[in-house]
């Protein structure tokens, strides 16, 4: 599978804990994206990297939320103490360069906290 | 503060209609308008769009932006079941690397 690989697909924790989502985008994508998709609305952007730099938050990364890419190859999204609020679906999308067509979206992680 | 409406929110059709979904937007530094649909999971592309009035097809698929009032629609024609999912528009916005989308419209196509 050359595609946007996502894991965990699912995601259950409790109020209060501590998860972390993977993304390993297609290969020679240097720019990598999450966003978040809330029940009946569209993705929201979170955060946008270039190779391993971070270069645009996105106001609703709160200071619970904290994305990396090492070596600019595969992302980590962590939200510390989750929230009820944080029940969504986390999209992560690659693409080359400036080619915005080529935003490729991976299937996501769905978090539920309960 | 950038903003993309779609309507309807949800369109129930028959198998064989035609349905014309609607996009608006305002944004501050538009570079191009994108469409995909959802089905379960990851969105897939559709079409962009980036100058106006020039139609993009795509099989029963077809796609048109207006510049000037700000708006795009998607047709899908001779529908069938397979077509139901959700439809979402997004603005790629210059400069910013990031898509501005919309709440997309939930269509649902009956046999």
């Known amino acids: 599978d050359t595609g946007v690989s996502q894991n965990p697909r699912h995601k259950i924790t409790k109020r209060g804990q501590n998860v972390t989502f993977r993304c390993d985008p297609i290969?020679?994508?240097?720019?990598l994206y999450w966003y978040r998709q809330t029940l009946g609305q569209g993705p929201e952007f979170l955060t946008y990297?270039?190779?391993?730099?971070?270069?645009?938050k996105s106001r609703l990364l709160s200071d619970r939320f904290s994305a990396e890419r090492p070596k600019g190859s595969f992302s980590t999204l962590e939200i510390q103490r989750t929230e009820q609020g944080d029940s969504a679906m986390y999209l992560c999308a690659s693409s080359l360069g400036g080619l915005d067509y080529g935003y490729t979206f991976g299937s996501g992680t769905r978090l539920t906290v309960v | 503060e950038d903003k993309v409406v779609q309507s309807p929110l949800s369109l129930v059709v028959h198998e064989g209609d035609t349905v014309t979904l609607n996009c608006s937007y305002e944004v501050t530094n538009f570079r191009s308008l994108l469409w995909y649909k959802q089905e379960k999971k990851a969105p897939t592309f559709l079409f962009m769009l980036t100058s106006s009035g020039i139609e993009k097809k795509s099989g029963r698929l077809s796609s048109i932006l207006d510049k000037k009032e700000l708006f795009s629609i998607l047709n899908i024609t001779a529908t069938q079941t397979g077509d139901s999912a959700i439809y979402l528009c997004?603005?790629?916005?210059?400069?910013?690397?990031?898509?501005?989308f919309g709440q997309g419209t939930r269509l649902t196509i009956n046999p």
């Open positions: 990297f270039q190779n391993e730099a971070q270069l645009e």
């Open positions: 997004a603005v790629f916005i210059q400069g910013a690397q990031k898509l501005v």
């Open positions: 290969s020679e994508h240097n720019r």
